[in-house]
């Protein structure tokens, strides 16, 4: 059962990272070293057809062993999560629930923009 999830979720993640390289608003790297970590936990095969694959693999690569990512993939990082997470604060009525946005939306950020930039 906890294999057939990581499996399910690995592939939508691999589909969501597919859709962002045509789509600017959607990030793909992230989608990427999701359902690369969602493969190690499942299906060898995949994992080792995602880190080996010429498009895919290097960013997920660089994250897993370098803990790098590309200036590109911050920048849309940074573009998608403040814009969603402002208008979610905005929205919603509790005060505690406002600051709990914030401070998520800070603990991902400081965490992006610590990770060094991977080398083209």
Same mark, same amino acid.
């Given at each position: 059962m906890?294999? !057939?999830?990581?499996i399910?979720?690995g *592939?939508?993640?691999?589909?969501?990272?597919?859709? !962002?390289?045509?789509?600017? #608003?959607?990030p793909?790297?992230? *989608?990427? $070293?999701?359902?690369?970590a969602?493969?190690?936990?499942?299906?060898?095969r995949?994992?080792?057809?995602?880190?080996?694959?010429?498009? *895919? !693999?290097?960013?997920?690569?660089?994250?897993?062993?370098?803990?790098? #990512?590309?200036?590109?993939?911050?920048i849309?990082?940074?573009?998608?999560l403040w814009?969603t997470?402002?208008?979610?604060?905005? $929205? #919603?009525?509790?005060?505690?629930?406002?600051?709990?946005?914030i401070?998520?939306?800070?603990?991902?950020?400081?965490? #992006?923009?610590s990770?060094k930039?991977?080398?083209?």
């Amino acid at each position: 059962m906890r294999r !057939g999830f990581f499996i399910f979720v690995g *592939f939508l993640a691999l589909g969501l990272g597919i859709l !962002g390289m045509a789509l600017p #608003v959607l990030p793909t790297t992230p *989608f990427l $070293i999701l359902a690369g970590a969602m493969f190690l936990r499942s299906s060898e095969r995949m994992a080792t057809w995602l880190f080996n694959h010429k498009l *895919f !693999g290097p960013p997920v690569h660089n994250y897993l062993e370098h803990k790098t #990512v590309d200036r590109r993939s911050k920048i849309l990082a940074m573009a998608l999560l403040w814009p969603t997470i402002l208008f979610s604060a905005f $929205i #919603v009525e509790k005060i505690w629930l406002k600051a709990l946005l914030i401070l998520i939306a800070l603990a991902v950020s400081i965490h #992006v923009l610590s990770l060094k930039n991977a080398d083209r």
